[in-house]
Each structure stands twice: as C-alpha cells, then as structure tokens.
C-alpha cells in the first residue's frame, strides 16, 4: 500500500518511522495497525524524543514503591499501611481549542490515572498558564479553564487545594493546563494496570464509545497545529457524573480479589489501555471492537481503537468472576461488556467478529525508536543571559510604596482568591490549610500524619536559562513544602515545551531536565511519575519552557504545621538564609517584567538552599517560628505584604542599611530566602539555630498595627497594600 | 439515638457526615442507599450534599424521584428530624418538604468559603444548643444557593421563625456583602411549619473539629442529639 504523507501527519509519523514499522512487521501494516502505531509511537505516549533525557531523574528512596512508567502513577510509601499515588497531566491543546470541556476532560483524565489504582483520591492542584488577561481572547480561555476545573472537579467531590497561575505573552495561543491528583490507599489494595493470566476476560466500563477524540494523542498532543479553532471536533466532553459513579464503583471492586488487573482509557482511548495493560503483563490481547457499546452508528474498528471518550475503565477480570464484577457495577447503574480476553500469544489481535483487522506483536507496538541529540546553545540565549543591571536605573526611595503596590497587583503575584474560591478546597474534611498559602495541607484521618502539596515552575527563569530555571522549580516547590513543616518526599512533573524537532526547543528541554535533576540529587527528592507535553507553539511561536513541578511532603505531626501568614503583634520578624544582596539577583524578576525587561539570570546557591531548608523544618518542628514564607516572586518586600495580609497584622522594619541597589534589596528574587516570625523570647533560639546551619538570620523588625511600614522607604496602610493584593488579578477579569 | 445519611448516584458529603458523627461525636450512623425503603430505625435523617444524578436537569430535580423519596416524606410526616445539607437543602426544596427555591449565584460562579451564620431560631431542635443571635463560622460550597421564595412564603416564613439562618458578618450583622450568593433577606437556612425539617445551605459537617478551622457544626448536631 502506498502511503501518502497527508496520512502520516495526520497520525504524526514521520515517512522514516513508517519505513522501520514496515521492516519490523516484515510488511505493510493495515489502516487500524497503522493508526495504532501512530498513537503508540507518539511523543504523548511513547516519549521518543524526552525518554532519554528524562532517564537523569532520580526515581528510588526508600518509601518509593511504584516509579515512573511502571504503573500510571507513582507511589510512596506514607507508613501506617498507607500510600499515596500521585500524577500530574497536562490537557494544553485541547484546553486552547475548547477551553471549559479541555480542562474538565483533563481533571477527569488524572483522577481516572489514580483511582484505577485503587486509591482514593484526595487532592487536586492545578498549574495554569495563559497569555495577558488585556486579550478577550484570553479572558475567556481563562474563565473556561476555571469553569471547567471547577465544573467537573467539584462534582467529583474532589477538594481542590493549591496551584498556579502564570501570565506571559507567549501562552496567548498555547495556554498551558496541568492538573495533578493526588489518592490515598491502603499498600494492601493497591491495583496494577497488567492484562495478565491468559484467558482473563477484558471488560469495558462506563461511557460508550463515540467518535470524540479521534487522533488526540498522535494529533493534538504531538505535533504542532495552524488553526487550532478548526479541531473542535476532536476534543473530548466530559461527564462528571458517570466518573464519580466509576469512582465508587471502582474503588469497591479494588477491595476484591475478582481483578487481576484495571486500566482507564486517556489519550489514545482503547488502544493505549488494552496495549500498554498487555505490555506489563507479558501477554498478549484480543479485543473484538463489534463487542464495545457505541454512541454512533457506522464506526470503524479504526474508530473504535482510537476514539477518546471520556469515562471509560478497562478491567481485566479474574476468569469466572464476571459475573460477580458485573452486578457490582449494575448496582452503581454502570454499563458493563466483555470485549475480550487476555492470550499467551504476545499479540494484539483486534477483530470485527470474525474478521482480523490487526494483528501485531505487542512489544512492537510499545518500542518507539527513540531519539537522542545533541545540540548546541542558540546564540540568543547567551544574549538574553547577559544583563548588567547598572544598565537600567536606580529605584528612587520614594517610588518604593507605589512599586511595590503595583507588583502586588500584579497578575503573576496578586492572590489567587477569585480562582480557588470556585473550587471546593475543603470536602473530605481532611484540609488543614487552604488554597493561598506556600502548600496545601491535608491531614490523613486515623493518623497524627498530614501530606502537604504544591506544584512551582518559574517559566521565566527557564526561558532565560533553562538550566537554573530547572534547579529553581525543584528548590522553590520544596521550600513551599518545607515552609509548612513538610518533609519533602516525591515529585511528578509535567514538561511543557515546544517542538522538540528544532534544535534550540531540545536544548532547553535537556537543559531544564538537567536542573531538575541536579536539584532532586541534592535535596534527595526522587521523581515517581510525570507527563510531557511537547508541540506546545502555534504558527512557529513555542511557549516559554515550563516545567511544572509538583510535590509531596510528609508532616509527621499535624499540630506542628505552619502557614505564611503572620500570627502575633509584637514577634519578630527574619530573614532566614541568603541575606547577601547581590545585583544577579534580580535578573527575570517581576520586578524587571513590570519594566518590559526580560533578561538576566536568575540566581541560587543549591548548598545554601538545602541548609535553609533544614534549618526551617528543624525550627517548625520545635514550635521556635511562628510563621514561615518563601520569598519569591517579587522578592522580599512582597513576601512581607503578604505575610501581612494573611491576618490583617502590620510590620514594622527596624532601620535597614541597605548598601547597593534600592531595587534589588527591596524586590530582587534571589533564591534561599524565608521570611518567619518568632516571639521575642525565642529569637536566640532562632539566631543560635541559623548559626547552626550556617545560613543567615536578620532580624528585619517587628509586628504591629495597621501599616507596612519600611522606614525610609515603604508606609502603606494594610487596607491600601491589600486592595492591591486581594484585586489585582480580580480587577483584570 | 442512630443518624441515617441518604446517599444518591453523585452524592459525596455522605462520608464528611459519616466522619463528623461517627468518629467525632461518636454516635451511631448508617449510609442508606437511595433504592431502599425503610427509615424505621433511624432517628435523624441526613440528605447530605453533592451533585445527586450529577445536578444534571436542576439540583434536586432527578434525586426527588428516588424511590425512597416517600419514605422520607412518610418519615418527615411523623415529626422527626430530617436534616437536608447543600443539596440536600436542594432535594427539599424540589420536593415540596420545604417552600422556596435555590437558584444560582447571583453572581453566576460556584463558591467554596467560610461564612458567618447568625442563629435566627435558636428554639429548632436543630439549633437549642445555640444562644439566639450567636454566629456560628461554617463554610459553604456552591453553586446553586441563592435563597428564592415569594412574597407571601417570606412573610410567612418571617412571621413563624422558619429563617434559622442568616448569612451576616462575624458580628452578625445582616449585610449585602456578608451574603455570598444573593439569597433573599441572606437566608441560609430554613425549616418546615412543624418544624422537624431543616435545610441549609452551609456544610455544618465540615466545621466540627478546630483542626479544621471550627467546630461550630457541632453545636446543631449536638443539638439533634439532645432533642431524641
């Protein structure tokens, strides 16, 4: 059969791939081969250009039990028989074509990857990244996007309990939507996605199948597109409903012994699920696609294969026992078919009734050719990296109160509220702390135990350099964690790129998984699953790289948790750890932004970070602070208006000698910094602890009254500082 | 003294109500699937919240149709105690055991806060353990709240003391701003003419332990409790 090149872009194979699945079949595969073939072999599911660079992730510690790839989540080992079970997502191109249903189809995509664990799920967050809120355009992906969120994870009964949102031009048309979730199980009913025991019976469950999402992972998912308006048709609408019904459903059957197996159908929908279950199990499948319920009349087993309707679980039942799961399910009112078995042959053997339409060895289905380069840096990243900051003005002293009001009412800094109050952050009666702070917390009922949860990327520290911007992730999620009273513990990350094919996007893809990498080494922090999303550009613009990093930390006390906000009139106030100001540190900070200024490195010594980082958990846990938060965008000054807000509680500075520049001592965004609060008796214990670590301690003043005030500099009432804070983003929308 | 908690096709805040009765206010407690019939040896009835049928058509407006629906009425009918939350508020409502309407925000998005409820009755069985005018902080979660009823309904629920909660600050003042969804006169709360039924929009289960941020919750099932 001759195959024309509009056949393989449409399934994003390259004539050079076609070619090796030719020489490795021994002949020209059929059209539903070929489809299968070109969903398997996508970036989305078979990782042929990161696979190799994402090997220098760390991926073992003792409490890890399930790491990357072996199952479709990670999992970590919690103590008292409990795990958690954790993955992050991404749903960006759908979310870019239909904004409401593409973040709602990708919440209930992650959900399905942990409950078909057997795991409760307990915890979502969300990292999101859109162009400027000036742009109608983006104001209405952004409200689909909440909507969406909001719409299906709420139905779920699923608290929403953390996230980000990042504005920059370059999401415009590539908005980029990442959902992660996090499940609870006991180690003992844990499930894996393996089609083993030959003569086990596949079942379908939930939804029926139609023709929603044809080509999303070989299409949307991995190659770039001209006009994404014209692909509605091939993103996915979501039911809320039927998945919390699978859920129940799901979760009870896991507590059975009736399963030898359980897989849910995401991108490449029938396919990847029977396919990659198969290849776990060391088996082979056979499926007859007439046997699966449809929504439409007169689809092909092609379709059939392919299609992506949402709400769909394969479960590989133990032979005899059907009848058994099939009444469990009737009675949560959930369509159930037999649509096939498990063989000993190695084979994926799909059939209409009698008709064999593909047979191909499985393990060929699920060996991608993979691709390793090796590039060289673009010329206009050095560019970008080489800024002298005497290149720009001072800030004269009395601009400082109006600067900092309008970093605070900055998009990427203002606060979140209007975003996460549209999500139920408390149902499950387990949340400690609320969306708003440095990390979720969620105790674990019948424990003393509480995991805390934050997802972090600074996008434009990686677009600058993506090799730091890869360390800052990593560092800045476990202070965020560290600044709860959390001992970090595992990551899943998600890798939003460009192209991967042109040379300057590999370079920042290899550069930044080579931070990250670096970062987890040093802090000890391994990575237990992950997701990547390349092809991230239209019409040839890629968005900034952006990984996300999400992560879990453990707080073996609850009553020892600590949040940002400042407590008590009267305690003092500190810098822990970096109090050296230095000039590179306010390279790509908001400060710059705000100043149309994208350029500079940004700046973190890894050694100094993890000295930090101990010494902050150490004075959580002995109850010396009463307050902790990481400085961050926007620096110090920001850090502490925000400290402030949280309990309508002032500050006042002692007299500051600041030495150099105004503008980086008050908003440069050097790493290794927390702000704390401690009451004036224990401040020694706080100087001696410091000490101990050999990380700084600077007493910066006071709390007290209704102002932020730093003398010589900054007097803002709260009321003034928080109508800055509170509405800035609000404002926009 | 056994607490029955309803659970449709989509509810979730059974296993909140579960765990706030079970393991912190150690009474007895029992999940009752929405097929079954027979309310006998329950003495409070929950209908909890969540999205029964997915709140597909209207909140309520599928789960009225469950077949323990006239059980319930039949239950109701005997004077005891029947506590809808959230949805459950909504089922009520759509099924006639309570008057009125809950509509959509005012402001047309779901919300998840805390707020301030000041105690309007405080001789319901549901709320004898508060003082009259106390407020209570219990937070909601929401998209469907805004309070709606007629005229004559609101006279009448004015004129008997069936408003057993405002939404106000936290000093308890009746304002626009402490109303978080546009409820007429801030209601959040209402009960039936005999008052033996009540619904409310706030999640009182998720405010019994200070872990949480409050244990004002438990003030109205303690006072449940007290009145079997």
Redesign the interface.
């Known amino acids: 059969m001759p195959i024309s090149k509009e056949i393989l872009d449409e399934i994003a194979l390259s004539e050079k791939e076609y070619q090796l699945i030719v020489e490795r079949l021994g002949r020209e595969p059929t059209e539903v081969e070929l489809g299968m073939f070109g969903a398997l072999w996508s970036e989305h599911c078979g990782y042929k250009h990161s696979k190799a660079l994402l090997k220098s992730f760390p991926s073992r510690s003792k409490r890890v039990l399930v790491k990357p790839g072996e199952e479709n989540a990670g999992v970590v080992d919690i103590g008292d028989g409990l795990v958690v079970v954790m993955k992050i997502e991404s749903h960006n191109h759908p979310s870019a074509i239909e904004p409401y249903q593409g973040a709602a189809t990708g919440v209930g995509g992650i959900v399905r990857d942990i409950f078909t664990m057997g795991a409760r799920p307990i915890a979502l967050l969300n990292s999101l990244r859109f162009g400027p809120l000036s742009d109608p355009r983006n104001r209405y992906l952004f409200g689909g996007v909440v909507g969406g969120i909001?719409?299906y994870g709420?139905?779920?009964?699923i608290p929403d309990i953390g996230g980000e949102v990042f504005f920059a031009d370059c999401y415009s048309a590539n908005p980029l939507v990442n959902a992660l979730c996090l499940g609870i199980a006991e180690a003992k009913h844990l499930v894996k996605a393996r089609a083993y025991g030959e003569g086990n019976l596949l079942m379908l469950v939930g939804a029926d199948t139609g023709r929603d999402g044809l080509h999303g992972a070989s299409g949307l998912a991995s190659r770039t597109f001209e006009e994404e308006r014209e692909l509605r048709s091939t993103v996915q609408v979501g039911?809320?409903?039927?998945e919390?019904?699978l859920i129940e459903a799901c979760l009870e059957l896991a507590e059975t012994d009736w399963i030898a197996g359980m897989q849910d159908l995401g991108a490449a929908g029938l396919t990847s699920s029977a396919v990659e279950s198969a290849a776990r199990g060391g088996g082979g499948i056979e499926i007859d696609v007439l046997k699966v319920p449809r929504r439409e009349k007169g689809m092909t087993p092609y379709e059939v294969m392919l299609s992506e309707s949402q709400e769909r679980m394969l479960v590989v039942v133990k032979k005899g026992y059907q009848d058994k799961v099939k009444a469990l399910f009737d009675r949560?009112?959930l369509r159930s078919d037999i649509i096939g078995q498990v063989t000993g042959d190695g084979l994926a053997r799909i059939k209409e009734g009698e008709k064999v339409v593909s047979e191909v060895p499985v393990n060929l289905l699920t060996s991608p050719p993979i691709y390793k380069r090796r590039v060289r840096k673009p010329d206009w990243l050095e560019r970008l990296q080489t800024f002298n900051v005497a290149s720009i003005p001072d800030l004269p002293p009395k601009k400082a109160g109006s600067t900092l009001l309008r970093l605070l009412a900055s998009p990427n800094i203002a606060s979140k509220r209007c975003v996460?109050?549209?999500?139920?952050?408390?149902?499950?009666?387990?949340?400690?702390v609320l969306p708003g702070n440095d990390a979720g917390v969620l105790?674990i009922?019948g424990t003393k135990k509480a995991i805390a949860l934050t997802t972090d990327g600074n996008t434009r520290y990686c677009y600058v350099n993506p090799y730091l911007g890869g360390v800052i992730a990593v560092a800045e999620a476990a202070r965020n964690l560290v600044c709860s009273g959390a001992q970090p513990l595992a990551i899943t990350n998600c890798l939003n790129f460009g192209n991967p094919e042109k040379d300057d996007v590999y370079y920042q893809l290899k550069e930044c998984i080579s931070g990250m990498a670096r970062a987890c080494r040093e802090l000890k922090i391994p990575v237990i699953s992950g997701n990547v999303s390349l092809y991230n550009e239209t019409r040839g613009e890629a968005v900034y790289p952006t990984p996300v990093v999400g992560m879990v930390g453990l707080i073996e006390d609850?009553?020892k948790h600590c949040t940002s906000g400042f407590k008590n009139e009267g305690d003092l106030v500190f810098l822990l750890g970096d109090n050296q100001t230095i000039d590179a540190s306010i390279g790509s900070s908001e400060y710059l932004e705000v100043h149309g200024i994208i350029k500079g490195n940004p700046y973190i010594d890894l050694g100094m970070e993890k000295r930090l980082q101990r010494c902050c958990l150490e004075a959580i846990r002995r109850g010396i602070i009463n307050s902790a938060h990481d400085c961050s965008e926007g620096g110090g000054a920001v850090a502490l208006a925000e400290s402030c807000l949280s309990n309508g509680l002032g500050f006042v500075s002692n007299d500051w000698r600041i030495e150099g520049r105004l503008d980086t001592a008050l908003f440069g965004e050097a790493q290794s910094r927390i702000i704390v609060s401690v009451t004036p008796r224990a401040a020694w214990k706080l100087e001696k602890l410091a000490a101990r670590w050999q990380i700084g301690a600077t007493e910066l003043g006071a709390i007290g009254g209704k102002r932020l005030i730093l003398k010589g500099y900054i007097d803002l009432s709260l009321k003034q500082v928080g109508e800055a804070w509170w509405g800035g983003l609000e404002k926009l929308l | 003294m056994k607490f029955g908690i309803i659970v449709f096709p989509g509810t979730w805040s059974d296993r909140d109500c579960y765990y706030s009765l079970k393991d912190i206010l150690r009474q007895k407690v029992d999940y009752i699937w929405h097929k079954e019939t027979n309310l006998s040896d329950c003495d409070c009835i929950i209908l909890p919240g969540g999205f029964s049928y997915g709140d597909y058509l209207r909140p309520g407006a599928i789960a009225r149709f469950s077949p323990i629906m006239p059980s319930l009425e039949h239950f109701a009918s005997q004077g005891k105690l029947v506590i809808g939350i959230c949805n459950g508020f909504q089922i009520l409502c759509e099924s006639g055991l309570l008057p009125g309407a809950l509509l959509r925000n005012d402001h047309l998005e779901y919300r998840c806060q805390w707020v301030h409820l000041k105690v309007e009755n405080s001789s319901s069985p549901f709320t004898y353990r508060c003082r009259g005018g106390q407020v209570l902080k219990i937070p909601i979660s929401h998209y469907e709240g805004r309070y709606y009823a007629d005229d004559a309904t609101l006279a009448e629920l004015e004129a008997n003391k069936r408003v057993v909660f405002r939404y106000s600050t936290s000093t308890g003042d009746i304002t626009d701003t402490a109303n978080p969804n546009g409820s007429l006169r801030n209601i959040a709360g209402i009960i039936n003419k005999k008052g033996n039924v009540l619904g409310m929009m706030p999640h009182p289960e998720r405010a019994c332990e200070p872990l949480l941020g409050s244990s004002d919750g438990n003030l109205i099932w303690e006072s449940i409790i007290a009145n079997i």
């Open positions: 909001a719409g709420n139905c779920l009964g039911n809320p409903f039927l919390k019904l949560w009112e996460y109050r549209q999500y139920d952050h408390q149902v499950g009666n387990n949340t400690v105790r009922k609850v009553t």
